[in-house]
């Protein structure tokens, strides 16, 4: 940037830091037989109420590079000050004694004067950045040479120069409790990467390793990074330093459940949402309270969404404008999108980021992935729902924050009142047309006055506690991936740190002996602080790098489902970068401040006042944020305290509850103890919870992919004792044929079939959709897509040869006794005539037992749970207070949060609300009011509404005289004698008709995993 370009003779004048030198001593290091006098100074720092201390180790040609670079600096052929460095050939005749006073002289000189001791060469030597004293402690940091990308995705596409060992960049490396941190320069504020401890996370040294004596290999699942540090002893400190803070890291030797990316957390303080009108009003709540930053990803995003209703009451209700007034208060906001096919969805992306970017400089957007003959997955999307409130309260399931997803448990077919709940394009029905210029969002897409909307049901939890942080940090490696991703070319975003700035872990090399030491307590003199106070906006903004080749998806070319899932669950090493070419010295840097040092007032002024002030406010967690008020300094040490205070009570328990914000979105959980449990609040976090995710090479940059959803279902599944209760937008699994590579279906079969041989209780309830959501009749030859959804579901239940109803009826002559398929359905009278409408089920939910539960954004089909596919995110939970209940005839204590969850969706779906026939699904009483209930309610939409579809209509040609036969007069007896929404899945529609896309329709030309 041109700000460093400027002379930098004074970095700190008017801000300075004073250092002390608390000790010093002379040390040789041996390694590989060559022998390193390291002359070692142990600094401290004073910043306000904070203390600082760290350790340099220094050979005599560090001193004298120093002191050449500072002559550069100044413009002199001298330095002024009373001890000079000898030449090499005359301090090496010197005692051990006399040097080691020479070396701490002119480092004392250095530091106590004003015109040097805040240069860049001095803070390089000193080991000091912006970001030094952001943390508790001073933390291992300088400068290396890294070779290539470092980036796992970036190194795997071909043509690049990212993926070439000649590129060599010069990097300001800070390890820190959480990672390694890279920037451009120590003088720099923006980020250039973040690299974070893992359970892969790997440190290898050595010409084997990389290539070069002097060099370090940092590999993680994200990250496979060489970087050189001039010599052998160089290169030890630092992988101490990393080892160290990696070793000090809550991942070290951790067991990964799942082969998940995250921990497992406890105390966790968890709140469900069925539906989206309570879960749309509590992030808005949540949003109105930020203080720091706000993070979001999803699949669709619409700006001008009115997040309480009705929108004419609540006009500040907005997001953009939420957004915005939160921006306005100096809250940072990260949003990040998945770039859509624009000739295939119309979901306008560009649109949602021109909005939300205009509205304010504090609101980010980045979209991802672009696409290009450069490179870029088109089939494949970004598919996560999250919004993540000062990294202290999280919201994620199955709910984007955009149009037609507001809903309450009622599902009202019509809005015609003074008070409009679905305003504008609100009011849809994507089955009769889908949605299109969302720019337009004011007017009414179908006709209120004679069209019914399609409900819409779906699940969602808010978490506050340890998780967050999880869930904070997928959030950061999902946007830095996409800000640093080659095929990005065209988007530009700020790389994220990490969530905090913490504790440095470098220890002393047991390596080092030590010859001489001396101890120091003078103090330096004192600089007078500046009132310039000028505010700085940001320093950096990365830029994404260009498109080489396309998404580098892996093979799925496996054999068979079982040598796919082997594979799914390897863990596969990454292979080594290439030998990179042998680097000379570089000068440049060098040549240029010989050129800016030429003028030794000038331009300088302004600039060289700036790392102080900046450093300082590196305090605040989120510095780009355009809030310009100040602080003083008995605030400053107030909120000092008081995040040492939050700190201490986060490692005490578990970071479980904090700040009124949680109170506030928790308390409406709160219940009668005399009534069944349906939400309940736990003040200190009860719940044990873990992240999951799906994420491969092109949408997180990390190898080996990671299935961990597809690994916790799974293992559910096969651990269920009694009952699994599933609720998803799709069931598109392995059982349909060796296309579908998931095993979700083979897992229930062998669960089922194991329940079968052993003669225990056991059984499975499904609820999916009616029909898929796309626009069209199923008799429109355009909706080739709908059908061929509706293909691989019935494959998947009793149509295919592999089916999960072929397989059962091998051992049993009902399946339907283990496992059966339901769906919803509402009806209303609109304008005097009676309508109906599937409720279209987005959930994506799996209870176990009323003891364990994994909810997300995960479709069961391979393009969520393959990981090398869409993206996606399930949390897996378990609440540790238990109640009592009954199952399979049995007295059992459940977890409270799962049961209650169950119990509220068992309730609005077949309409009954005693919850003492709802809690065992074995009982004769469950059955009348579940399966009789659906049963009765079938055969009533389909004496008066005739609609599909249904099991009479075998074939696409029966659908218009099947409706003929429809008995409108009937309906008022249908609203008194339908009971809920739940009716059957109809497991014979259109068994007669091909359903697979044919040669004639457009969407021939794509892959059939596409539609799995």
Known sequence: MEILKANTRNVLKDHSLNYEIKEYSLNYYTVDGHKFKLFTFILQVKIEIREYTWKIN??????????????????????????????????????NLDQLEICYSFLKQIISDQNYKDSRSATEFLEVSLKSFSSDEKCKEGYVLKMGS?????????????NSGTRVTKRWFRVCELGVETYNDNFEQGIADAIYFSSDFQVRVGKKETGYDDAVRISTPQHNIV????????????????????????????KMRYDSSFLVRNYIQAKWYIDGAEYFSDICNAIDQAQESVFITDWWMSPDVFLKRPADLNPESKLVDVLGAAADRGVIVYVHLYKEISFSLTLNSLYTKNSLSDRSPNIKVMRHPNVSLKGGTFLWSHHEKLVCIDSNIAFMGGLDLCHGRWDTGVHSLTDLGEHQYWNGIEYSNVRIEDFTKVEDWERDTIDRETTPRMPWHDIAICVTGMVVDDITRHFRELWNHSVKDVTGSRESGEIMTFVEDNKATAKV???????????????QPEQEESKDKNKFSKLFSGLISKAIKNDGEDEESASSANEMHHRFLERASM??????EKIEENKEEDEENKENGENKEGSSKSYLTLFSELIKRNLNPHPNAKRLSEVSLEEEKDEIKKREEDEERKKAEENNYKGDLAKTIFSSLLISPKKPPTKEVYEFGTCRCQLTRSGGLWSLGIKPTEVSIHSAY??????????????????ISSPAGDTVLNLIGEALISRILNAIKKGTPFKVIVVIPLLPAFEGSVDDPAASVLRVQLYWEYQTICRGANSIYTQLKEKVPNPEDYISFYSLRTHAVLNDWPVTEMIYIHSKLMIVDDQHMIVGSANLNDRSLNGNRDSEIAMVITDNKKVSSRMAGENVEVSEFCHSLRMNIFKEHSGCDDFEILKDPFTEEFEEIWKNNA?????????VFRCYPDDNISKIKDVEEFAKESDFDSYPQLAEEVSGHLVEFPLNFLSEEYLK?????????LPEKAFL
């Open 58 to 95: 220094k050979s005599y040609s560090d001193f004298l590079r120093m002191s050449k670079s500072l002559e550069t600096e100044h413009g002199v052929k001298k330095l002024e000050i009373t001890t000079p460095l000898l030449k090499p050939r005359k301090f090496n005749k010197l005692r």
């Open 150 to 162: 470092g980036r796992v995705s970036n190194q795997h596409k071909f043509f690049t120069c990212y």
């Open 227 to 254: 970087f050189r540090t001039g010599n052998m002893q160089k290169r030890d400190e630092w992988a101490e330093a990393i080892n160290n803070g990696y070793d000090s890291s809550e991942y070290k030797n951790a």
């Open 509 to 523: 090399s047991p390596k080092i002996e030590t010859i001489l030491s001396k101890n120091t307590f003078e103090t």
């Open 575 to 580: 292979e080594p970068e290439k030998d990179v």
């Open 714 to 731: 799974m293992h559910l599944i096969n651990s269920a004792e009694n009952f699994i209760y599933i609720e998803n937008q799709f069931f």
């Open 935 to 943: 049963k009765k309610n079938t055969e009533w939409y389909r004496r």
């Open 997 to 1005: 896309i044919k040669v004639a329709n457009k969407e021939y030309l």
